[in-house]
């Protein structure tokens, strides 16, 4: 359905016709199309895929001379960067005389075009496994959950997520692999959606993602509001210190470049393990946060207990909650698109992934096991504020003021170019942020972005209860729900494909079907029916946990009012002083 095209546009002897049909076929470069171009369908951009899958700097028996452990291949991937862009002003030289020469696309090779439109995929596999560790590894969550589930149901459930979140990514893969080319390269998970399912899949998609980041540094403000809060001993009203982030995140937000961030995100992924490793050594010679256990989860000071099964203590609805901390957790499929457009080799991006969250899960059930097994019903989210002896405390609270405070910064920057480029720019005709009048609302954008975010976290301080709220609503669509119904509208087309009679024709920019409506649709799901009746059964199990997902956490956030210290635009630090 790209482009929002309906499969059944067509029928024999009545072929579509691009808008540029007929046009010569250099001239309809990326340069010189729309990103998102109605006129281009689902069978041209598969067709273009296959070209430049087919291409040998992506083939399977070409192998690098060099070091193949990941830590060489991201070193060379940094270097890399700056020969990139050497090939690329080198399409723009200049002449012997002086005089520009910038060439267009129907003026070069074959070839130079295609090492133009590749000069900046230069990432490896290796990469990508440090960027999905970066983004998604934050096992701060992980022993509340356990504190909520008992241990043998947190660590199947985190078990099997774990599997399923893996299984959205190799969806994601594969749609990338039948879709992107070097003619129509897809830059975003709403690029996806779009070429299988039209612009109301695309909007829906990017709307969901700005909603999810700006939630996102809503609970790290709450978070470094608690750390600030634990610092000060409760001398300084908590929304005030809430409030002094939002400020802060408002002033640093205005780099509006992440290559400025690069080396802090990379600084970030170690200060994280050095809380772990200092917060896990602590608990083990000290006794459990009592007054935070309190005043977050309304759990009395007592005997420690651990459960291997549910606790009794807590209800359905709040383990639904613990579960949602394992989605939340897994939350980073919404870059993966992100990630395989870098790459030179997407057909080596699931080793990336695979390695990765197998790395993730194995830190999640050590951390996990460790802390609740110290700690039990008194584990609290996240779990370095659990710390009591106040020295070691006051240290974690810092470093992690400064990891989360990183994370906040590209979330935001990340969820406001989201905002300007589908909302600003496409709809409400603002200019481009490489143009001054642009640079200039950028300036305006960034404090009313960061003024949503802390209304948010003023409004609702309850990290665990908010945290399940937003994995349910945005952060398990984008894992679980949104990869195999794209899947179903892609296969549904692909496989409705006659080889031979139907498909793209590059000579003349038709596009051939012999059939359309239900006949077609039936024709694409009934190839694979076992392998889509399972995605069709995945979409729903997804779809129905988002349900109950957010049921739980709405009531979770009614009993922490009710309950706890949690309470909307207060002085009162939600974990006590």
């Not at 133009?116 to 096992?139: K, M, N």
């Not at 995140?249 to 990379?266: S, V, Y």
């Not at 359309?516 to 009746?533: D, F, V």
């Amino acid at each position: 359905m790209a482009g929002d095209k309906e499969m059944d546009a067509v029928e024999v002897g009545d072929h579509h016709h691009n808008a540029t049909a007929g046009v010569d076929e250099d001239a309809r470069q990326p340069s010189a199309s729309r990103l998102h171009d109605p006129n281009v369908t689902f069978e041209e951009y598969y067709y273009y895929a296959r070209i430049s899958r087919a291409h040998p700097s992506e083939s399977l028996d070409v192998q690098s001379t060099a070091s193949t452990s990941w830590i060489s291949r991201f070193i060379r991937y940094n270097k890399s960067v700056v020969s990139s862009k050497d090939d690329i002003t080198a399409v723009n030289k200049k002449s012997s005389d002086g005089s520009p020469t910038t060439q267009s696309w129907h003026n070069v090779s074959d070839e130079e075009r295609l090492q133009a439109s590749r000069a900046l995929r230069t990432a490896t596999w290796g990469a990508v496994f440090y960027l999905i560790t970066t983004d998604i590894l934050g096992p701060y969550s992980t022993a509340w959950a356990f504190s909520r589930m008992g241990y043998a149901p947190a660590s199947i459930l985190y078990f099997v997520f774990g599997v399923f979140a893996a299984y959205g990514g190799v969806l994601l893969w594969k749609m990338f692999l039948q879709l992107d080319s070097d003619r129509y390269p897809l830059r975003c998970y709403g690029d996806i959606a779009y070429r299988v399912a039209g612009s109301i899949a695309r909007h829906t998609v990017n709307v969901v993602q700005s909603v999810q980041l700006l939630f996102n540094v809503g609970i790290i403000i709450i978070q470094n509001g608690q750390g600030l809060a634990q610092i000060s001993k409760g001398s300084v009203c908590f929304i005030i210190l809430c409030f002094v982030w939002a400020i802060a995140g408002a002033i640093l937000g205005q780099i509006r470049t992440l290559r400025r961030l690069g080396w802090l995100a990379h600084a970030a992924i170690w200060l994280n393990v050095l809380i772990l490793i200092i917060t896990t050594a602590v608990i083990f010679h000290s006794d459990p946060n009592y007054d935070a256990a309190l005043a977050n989860n309304n759990t009395p000071k007592g005997p420690k207990i651990t459960t291997a099964g549910p606790p009794e203590s807590v209800d359905f609805e709040g383990q639904v909650v613990g579960l949602m901390q394992a989605v939340y957790s897994y939350g980073g499929a919404m870059l993966f698109v992100e990630f395989m457009a870098e790459m030179k080799r997407p057909y080596d991006f699931w080793k990336g992934m695979v390695f990765a969250q197998s790395f993730i899960f194995c830190c999640y059930m050590i951390f996990g096991f460790l802390i609740y097994s110290r700690q039990g019903q008194f584990t609290i989210n996240p779990n370095y504020q659990g710390v009591s002896p106040y020295s070691w405390q006051t240290a974690v609270n810092a470093i992690a003021l400064v990891t989360t405070l990183i994370a906040a910064l590209l979330y935001g920057n990340i969820g406001i170019k989201v905002l300007y480029s589908n909302v600003f720019m496409e709809l409400l005709g603002f200019p481009s942020l490489a143009q001054k009048s642009g640079k200039l609302l950028w300036v305006a954008v960034v404090p009313v972005y960061w003024g949503l975010a802390f209304v948010v976290a003023a409004a609702v301080p309850s990290i665990s209860n908010l945290a399940g709220l937003i994995a349910a609503v945005c952060i398990l669509q984008f894992s679980y729900t949104f990869p195999p119904l794209l899947m179903l509208f892609h296969r549904a087309q692909r496989d409705a494909i006659q080889e031979g009679v139907e498909g793209y024709d590059p000579s003349t920019g038709q596009t051939i079907r012999r059939d359309s409506g239900m006949a077609r649709w039936k024709r694409g799901l009934q190839k694979n029916l076992a392998l889509n009746a399972f995605n069709l059964f995945f979409f729903l199990g997804s779809l129905a946990t988002a349900v109950l997902g957010i049921y739980s956490a709405v009531i979770g956030l009614k009993k922490a009012y009710a309950e706890t210290a949690v309470s909307g635009f207060s002085c009162t630090n939600p974990i006590g002083a």
